[in-house]
């Protein structure tokens, strides 16, 4: 008779932990420096611009005989020696096939604009134009790795985020040893500035009653109990909240199933001030409650309505 306590029911299945890898890339200016420092804060050994050629000695050299490999997260942009976007895919498929790796592609985006101007503060000249305007590189280099955006498991647009806020969304996704299931992150917006592109459900409050037109409350956000007390005194209200819930609840569970890592829910108002932010804190409660883990980010609001400021990106984008 075989023994019953070597049955599978019987002693916990060991399964084959899988090293967590990140190829960091995407335009020049979108942050990809900032991204590195920030995963290297989440315990990742982070390595900028190493031919690709040498990423196998990298691998061995950062892995422990006997123990669980860190964390590997690697930049590469139009600068590294070899780079070729096809390459790169041809590359990353090969990863994505190894049983012993979770290999992912992080693509960093942003706005033309928003790149001329953190080149101009940061007085350096564009690596593919360095002898021409700016908006010259920007436009190459969009040409030869805007491919890549097809490949990534994570897109990630920085035009509006402050670096504290993108380190949080890298956070939520790229996190070593948290809870099951998908990490949330709930952030509010403005209509005025865009959707964000990172979201996978966007909710818009602006039919609810607006704080903006009464005096006393224009001054504050919609963490402050006067706005949150104002915006639910609207019949519709507490309805839309219960809805709300209804719909995302049984969402969840699906998302997990999926294997999803990672869900961006955004909550938009027309100034990103009061409706959005008093709905969004709503929600990231009520998903705390259910034993989510949770982000909150107010993307063009930071607390008691200060403008973010785009400036401290500075040199290391």
Avoid at 222 to 231: A, E, F, L, W
Wanted: net charge neutral; hydrophobic share 40%.
């Amino acid at each position: 008779m075989p023994d019953s306590s070597s049955s599978p029911a019987s002693i916990p299945q060991r399964t084959h932990a899988r090293r967590p890898f990140v190829l960091v890339t995407g335009l020049s200016g979108a942050g990809r420096g900032t991204a590195l420092h920030a995963l290297e804060d989440l315990g990742y050994v982070a390595v900028d611009n190493v031919p690709l050629p040498l990423l196998g000695d990298l691998m061995r050299s950062t892995a422990s005989p006997g123990e669980l490999a860190a964390p590997l997260a690697f930049g590469v942009d139009t600068r590294t020696f070899g780079f070729s976007a096809p390459a790169l895919v041809r590359h990353l498929q090969q990863l994505r096939q190894r049983d012993d790796l979770d290999a992912r592609l992080l693509y960093l985006d942003c706005d033309t604009e928003t790149l001329q101007r953190r080149y101009t503060e940061s007085r350096r000249p564009h690596p593919l134009a360095p002898d021409r305007p700016v908006v010259d590189g920007i436009v190459e280099e969009r040409k030869q790795i805007g491919g890549l955006r097809d490949s990534a498991d994570v897109v990630v647009d920085t035009s509006a985020l402050s670096p504290h806020q993108f380190k949080q969304i890298l956070a939520g996704h790229f996190a070593v040893g948290g809870q099951r299931g998908a990490r949330i992150a709930v952030m509010s917006f403005s209509y005025r500035r865009g959707l964000p592109r990172e979201a996978d459900l966007v909710f818009d409050v602006r039919f609810l009653k607006n704080p903006h037109y009464v005096a006393e409350l224009k001054p504050f956000t919609g963490q402050d109990k006067p706005v949150v007390d104002y915006i639910a005194t609207d019949p519709d209200y507490e309805p839309f909240i219960a809805r709300l819930e209804g719909l995302i609840g049984p969402l969840l569970p699906r998302f997990d199933a999926e294997g999803k890592s990672y869900l961006t829910i955004a909550v938009g108002c027309t100034g990103g001030r009061h409706r959005s932010i008093a709905v969004a804190e709503r929600l990231a409660e009520w998903l705390r409650g259910a034993g989510r883990s949770v982000t909150l980010v107010h993307r063009d609001t930071e607390v008691r309505g200060e403008p973010v400021s785009q400036s401290v990106w500075g040199r290391g984008v």
